[in-house]
């Protein structure tokens, strides 16, 4: 199984938005709903911020959100603030009792 | 709330088996839930190593399979990682993590331990 594909890096002002992409196959991203979003701050432990697509944890604002179009699962922060500044990764089940994480995004706030 | 923390050996010795144990509190794991262990490489992105259900079924990375086995106590309320014949790129930051449904929906994650593999 192949890590899915996110951009290296992403960027945006404070109170913009950034969306990040994460690409994967048929066999992954594309043929389940089962994509989650994670966020990692430097030294810290991953933190889940969506899942099944498009839901949110509790406790989780509501600038995060997820969504999918084919083989493409998306991650949109809006009104940026300081400290979504972190890693991103997302992930998606794969089929047979396995899933995949995506390489990961650097989210930099200008 | 649910609290999780990885423990074992800091630095193993290539061609060695690496041990960890990450202890459950705040919930029984017998009473359900799958059972995950994550890596991360140092400057690297997150791989998913395996899973074990309360029942005990495992299920393992395929590229990693051969190599790994994932256990559970639940008299201890502990599932247990063991990766045999460790290479330097084995050295990662180990995660364990609550998954509620086996899709990687991660919930719950352990501070994560560094394992070093060197002579």
């Known amino acids: 199984q192949s890590a899915l594909t996110q951009p290296p890096s992403a960027s945006g002002s404070p109170g913009q938005s950034v969306t990040i992409s994460c690409t994967g196959t048929?066999?992954?991203?594309?043929?389940?709903?089962?994509v989650s979003w994670y966020q990692q701050h430097p030294g810290k432990a991953p933190k889940l911020m969506t899942y099944?697509?498009?839901k949110r944890p509790s406790g989780v604002p509501d600038r995060f959100s997820g969504s999918k179009s084919g083989n493409t699962a998306s991650l949109t922060v809006s009104g940026l603030q300081a400290e979504d500044e972190a890693d991103y990764y997302c992930?998606?089940?794969?089929?047979?009792?396995?899933?995949?994480f995506g390489i990961g995004t650097k989210v930099t706030v200008l | 709330q649910v609290l999780l923390q990885e423990s074992g050996p800091g630095l193993v010795k290539p061609s060695e088996t690496l041990s960890l144990t990450c202890a459950v509190s705040?919930?029984?794991?017998?009473?359900?839930?799958?059972w995950d262990w994550i890596r991360q490489p140092p400057g690297k992105g997150l791989e998913w190593i395996g899973s074990?259900?309360?029942?005990?079924?495992?299920y393992y990375n395929p590229s990693l399979k051969g190599r790994l086995t994932i256990s559970v106590d639940t008299s201890k309320n502990q599932f247990s990682l063991k990766v045999k014949s460790v290479t330097a790129a084995d050295t990662a930051v180990y995660y364990c993590?609550?998954?509620?449904?086996?899709?990687?929906?991660?919930?719950?994650w352990g501070q994560g331990t560094l394992v070093t593999v060197s002579s």
């Open positions: 048929s066999s992954d991203v594309g043929g389940y709903n089962y």
């Open positions: 992930s998606s089940y794969a089929g047979s009792n396995n899933y995949v």
């Open positions: 074990i259900y309360h029942s005990g079924s495992t």
């Open positions: 993590a609550r998954d509620s449904s086996m899709t990687g929906l991660l919930d719950y």
């Open positions: 099944e697509v498009s």
């Open positions: 705040g919930y029984s794991i017998s009473s359900g839930y799958y």
